[in-house]
């Protein structure tokens, strides 16, 4: 089977999703789209980030791509308005709401970005008569973590202020792709509470369906980049400890 995977963010915590296909699936090819030359995902209107990421999996699918994944949950929250694209596009935020167990029951806490938080998908779909949502907006975190700020003092008392009202919660669902950088602090900011990554659970998805496939390709890995090359190097470099290899800039026609 020959198969080759678009993965879109606008920045750099799509990368952790990277991460987990780079050890479980090496055969798969995969395009990274990182669309940081665009107004962030999260502070752009409904049909103009639909038409934004109509354009970016129409380029993706001309560079061979034979499906796409949505690894941003602000993107995600658009994923049902893109319409007829030319491949299958996911977003994440279903794996998000798979990587909660069916018998979990009491507080689930969900942190994320304000378009994440404010249009309520998670809350919508996980409700049950036994859990209680608690849904906090955690935008200062992800600027920290692509500056490399990990485990300061700024990054840890935003943090324990955000996830304040979350202390005791059964779960919590790590839902921006940055946040997994950061799991150990969220570990000691929250112990006893279950960390459930979506990018995680998606790896899980995409080994399941492609992995007894019989993947055919080399594994081959292609970088892009609507913003700086330069930039989302060091970015990469400072949430994950990664060092990417030559990264294309390109541009939407």
């Known amino acids: 089977m020959t198969a080759r995977l678009g993965i879109v963010d606008w920045g750099i915590g799509g990368l952790g999703l990277l991460g987990h296909l780079d050890r479980r699936l090496p055969e798969l090819d995969v395009v990274y789209w990182s669309d940081t030359g665009s107004v962030p995902y999260g502070l752009q209107p409904t049909g103009t980030l639909a038409a934004r990421l109509r354009a970016v999996v129409e380029v993706l699918a001309e560079q061979g791509c034979t499906e796409v994944v949505l690894a941003c949950n602000a993107a995600s929250t658009v994923v049902d308005r893109l319409g007829a694209a030319p491949v ?81 919660a059964e779960a919590l669902i790590l839902a921006c792709t940055h946040y997994p950088a950061a799991a150990a602090d969220f570990a000691a900011a929250l112990p006893g509470t279950a960390l459930l990554d979506p990018a995680a659970q998606m790896a899980q998805e995409l080994v399941d369906r492609l992995g007894s496939a019989g ?9 892009l980049t609507t913003g700086d090359p330069g930039l989302m190097r060091t970015s990469a470099h400072a949430a994950w400890s990664i060092d990417l290899p030559e990264i294309g800039a390109v541009s939407l026609p």
């Open 88 to 168: 299958p596009v996911a977003g994440i935020i279903s794996s998000g709401v798979a990587a909660v167990p069916d018998d979990l029951r009491g507080t689930v806490g969900v942190v994320g970005g304000r378009r994440t938080i404010r249009g309520g998908p998670y809350r919508r779909a996980l409700a049950r008569p036994d859990r209680r949502i608690v849904s906090r907006v955690a935008q200062p975190l992800s600027a920290h973590i692509e500056a490399g700020r990990i485990g300061t003092e700024a990054f840890r008392d935003d943090l324990a202020r955000i996830v304040a009202p979350i202390c005791g």
């Open 215 to 223: 993947l055919r390709g080399p594994g081959e890995r292609v970088v």
